[in-house]
């Protein structure tokens, strides 16, 4: 049962009064990496346990099959920090977001160095680079996007919404022409379309209890998946929904419901654009025209605990991650486009998002 | 003559097209088939016999192939699917349709379900005078062992006649015998009440030591066999995993703790037994390793017991001691606590059980977390069993106070899976204990010189909201000295 509620904790533990920021920079010896600037890479997001500072990152070599743990640490000397929420690529710098200790690190991705650090957040989530110049970065439980200069690594200004500070949360960031489009997904039920010329809201739409996570396909067609909140939660619950949305007009052009119960999580998508992949009792997989929901995963889970999906760009092959028992040391499943299993191997505790290099 | 044969050209081609332009118009436009199925969830619903009808919509299916295939065997070569089953379950039908101009498939999920049954009537707990859930005894030459009838029901004016063989020992309102291994030898223990007897065996065995497996430089630190693995019902008994037989349910512990993976205790009373390929020695110290899943905030705490191979045959038929915990003594504590559990009647129910003290409840079916159809042990074949043992007072509340964050406080030390600051030592993820905080019958220290087996059992009757019944969670047991 503490499995289920260790699933929860991370979201719910957010609801409670602010905590101090946990990040515990132990000094250790630093390690030399250079890894093959020209090939493939993919970073594992190790989120660690809540207050524990043990988050960490891993890097798996697709050609090589080699995996690497505990990258950052080893070649900065000093810990990642305290629960790792996602990284994302941008002018050949990775950004990693550690939610709870309130910094995004800029690493060099051959040498896994530290060649930024943007500081003075609470509770980021997802950062997007706009321009050279300019960044923005999601916070939980602020109701504000945080427009950042990543050169300078000082925050420049804010975009505002109407939320507010006690529920106001934004969350994944989607490109699409000179927008963003975020999705407030804590406790919240719409999705946000930024004009980043203007840093300011110019759109919102009502999808549904906590949209947990976006994708644009290959139509320019924006796919959003609500998780429907969870029971006798007090802001409500309802089934989990996959909608497609056009991000002109944005309005909701078709939407899939799931069966109540469901826990859906983690919407990616195909590197062609043309076919979408999340986390349901497995993995499933839909095509982006199918008229309904696959009606079992693609992939069945089998006593494992999914956590984190990524498709490989260049191949289409499936990465799960596992997180065992959200306690011990997770492992990756890779699996080929066609379901089959391929191989494993062990990374951090709670591997929860992935990042190609 | 250039421009001549360029005039010819086009000529030619125009009356090329123009002859086929009629043939154009006929052809069929070379699509693949599509199918549009007439429910837009492509899941069905039928009762067990029941017809059900399928007529998806088609378009380009001209001189198409249908088949229908389930588990890859063709049930259908029709458009339209009629498809009824005499079995509760669900299954997956695909629909391939196929022309020359290429093949589409789609699937279906058709769940075939069984009459409801309704809820499951009240259980009626069993109405025996008394209860006697061992009549076998091993117990080592020197030492005492509590003889007991459990759970009697009236005891007003009761008198208890105890015998040993054929010697009468006792006759008191008391229904306890503290019975004297003064020598070895397999004694005939009888108990009168009125008009019930109820006959025991107690078998004297050698003197502590005899049986003694020292621990040699090949010994493992861990668990070398699981010999009995009895949860309570629970949310994850029977996930992921298929045990049809205790040797399968054991073997599923194996497994787990080889991978160092939990294993549910399930609600109270639940329990499973480890063994090592030595006995594991008293030092006074913490001996005894026992992995689980801390948290700060939500203890699931499990109580340990030992028990020394006293009769040398290898199997935990012994005398348990439990090891004291910090609120073994505690007022709150019960000792003796049983729960009875009782099989639902269809799958997908909750499981109703029956306290010894008057008590009932539910283990609730969480059909959003965990979709089994049985939270009652497959393996164990009984439609009702009862687990007993030694209840804690529950800590658990909701700390949000609306149903949505629930604590579980810890307990000060002495538990599996109960984050505390004195017997994690500089662990994460493990509680330690010491044999010499096993204790008799009457709480008075056991003495053990060394133990040979191991028993965790869930010490907590408690629900927590949407979050379902306290389960304590282990996920490996070790002989700490080897690891020291």
Not at chain 1, 14 to 20: D, E, N, Q, R
Not at chain 1, 55 to 73: C, G, I, Q, R, W
Not at chain 2, 160 to 185: C, H, L, R
Not at chain 2, 292 to 318: C, F, I, K, R
Request: net charge negative.
């Amino acid at each position: 049962m503490k499995i289920l509620r260790s699933l929860l904790t991370a979201v719910l533990a957010m609801t409670l009064a602010v905590l101090p920021s946990c990040m515990k920079y132990g000094p250790s010896e630093e390690e030399e990496f250079n890894v093959d600037p020209s090939g493939e890479g993919l970073f594992i997001i190790n989120e660690g346990n809540y207050m524990y500072g043990n988050a960490s990152l891993s890097y798996y070599d697709p050609v090589t099959k080699h995996v690497e743990n505990e990258v950052f640490v080893r070649s900065n000397g000093f810990k990642l920090g305290d629960v790792a929420q996602s990284m994302t690529m941008a002018d050949g710098i990775g950004w990693v977001v550690v939610n709870n200790s309130g910094v995004i690190f800029g690493i060099d991705p051959t040498t896994f160095k530290e060649v930024r650090r943007i500081t003075g957040f609470t509770s980021p989530r997802y950062f997007r680079m706009i321009s050279p110049t300019k960044a923005y970065v999601t916070q939980i439980w602020d109701p504000r996007v945080f427009v950042v200069n990543p050169v300078t690594c000082e925050t420049t200004g804010y975009v505002t919404t109407d939320m507010d500070y006690d529920s106001g949360s934004t969350e994944m960031m989607v490109s699409y022409g000179r927008y963003i489009i975020t999705n407030c997904w804590s406790f919240q039920n719409r999705i946000l379309k930024i004009d980043t010329g203007s840093d300011s809201v110019v759109k919102s739409l009502v999808v549904g209890i906590q949209p947990e996570s976006m994708v644009m396909d290959c139509n320019d067609k924006l796919w959003v998946l609500t998780d429907g909140g969870f029971k006798d939660s007090d802001y409500g619950y309802e089934a989990p929904k996959l909608l497609r949305i056009d991000p002109d007009t944005f309005r909701i052009e078709q939407s899939f419901s799931f069966p109540d119960g469901t826990h859906a999580s983690r919407l990616t998508v195909s590197a062609e654009g043309d076919e979408l992949f999340w986390l349901d009792n497995g993995v499933c997989k839909m095509s982006t025209d199918a008229t309904h929901l696959p009606v079992r995963p693609f992939i069945s889970r089998e006593g494992t605990l999914f956590y984190g999906l990524t498709i490989n760009p260049v191949n289409g092959e499936i990465y799960v991650s596992d997180a065992v028992d959200y306690v011990q040391s997770g492992t990756v499943l890779r699996y080929s486009q066609d379901g089959e299993l391929l191989d494993t191997f062990n990374v951090g505790i709670n591997p929860g998002s992935f990042c190609w290099r | 003559m250039g421009r001549f044969n360029s005039i010819f050209i086009a000529l030619t081609l125009f009356l090329a097209v123009s002859c086929n332009w009629n043939e154009v118009i006929e052809e069929v436009t070379p699509m693949p088939p599509e199918i549009t199925l007439d429910n837009s969830s492509a899941v069905y619903s039928i009762m067990v016999g029941e017809m059900l009808t399928v007529s998806p919509v088609y378009r380009y299916v001209e001189d198409a192939a249908f088949a229908w295939s389930c588990d890859g065997e063709v049930i259908s070569s029709e458009p339209v699917l009629r498809y009824t089953d005499s079995l509760a379950h669900t299954v997956f039908i695909t629909i391939s349709v196929t022309t020359e101009y290429g093949s589409t498939s789609d699937e279906i999920r058709v769940d075939v379900k069984a009459p409801d049954p309704g809820p499951d009537p009240e259980p009626e707990p069993d109405d025996d005078f008394w209860v006697f859930p061992q009549t076998e005894f091993n117990v080592s030459l020197g030492r005492s062992i509590l003889l007991k009838p459990y759970d009697i029901k009236e005891s007003d004016g009761a008198h208890y006649i105890w015998t040993v063989a054929g010697v009468q020992m006792q006759d008191s309102a008391e229904p306890e015998f503290v019975f004297e291994a003064k020598q070895e030898g397999s004694y005939v223990v009888t108990v009168t009440h009125v008009n019930l007897v109820q006959t025991l065996t107690v078998n004297v065995c050698p003197a502590e030591g005899t049986f003694y497996r020292p621990a040699s430089a090949s010994s493992a630190a861990t668990v070398n066999r699981i010999y009995e693995f009895t949860p309570a019902p629970g949310q994850y008994v029977n996930e992921d995993y298929t045990a049809n037989t205790p040797e399968e349910a054991t073997a599923y512990v194996m497994q787990r703790f080889g991978e160092v993976k939990y294993v549910s205790l399930g609600g109270f009373g639940g329990y499973l037994i480890a063994g090592f390929d030595h006995s594991i020695d008293n030092t006074g110290e913490y001996e005894i390793g026992i992995v689980s899943h801390l948290s700060e905030e939500y203890t699931e705490a499990g109580a340990v017991w030992v028990m020394q191979d006293e009769n040398g045959d290898g199997l935990p038929n012994d005398t348990w001691y439990e090891l004291k915990g910090s609120d073994t003594f505690a007022a709150t504590t019960v000792h003796d606590y049983a729960v009875t559990y009782y099989r639902p009647s269809a799958p997908g129910m909750a499981v109703q059980w029956t306290d010894n003290l008057g008590g009932s409840g539910k283990v609730s079916y969480m059909a959003s977390y965990h979709h089994q159809d049985w939270y009652y042990p497959l393996w164990i074949t009984a439609d009702r069993y009862t687990l007993r043992g030694t209840r804690l007072e529950a800590h658990n509340y909701d700390r949000s106070g609306n149903g949505a964050y629930w604590v579980n406080p810890p307990y000060a030390w002495g538990y599996v899976d109960n984050f505390n600051e004195v017997d994690m030592l500089d662990s994460k993820d493990t509680n330690h204990f010491k044999i010499s905080n096993a204790v008799r019958y009457d709480g008075s220290p056991a003495n053990l010189e060394y133990i040979d087996f191991v028993k965790v059992q869930n010490a907590l009757n408690a629900s927590s909201g949407w979050l379902g019944e306290v389960s304590t969670e282990v996920c490996g047991i070790f002989d700490h000295n080897l690891q020291k």
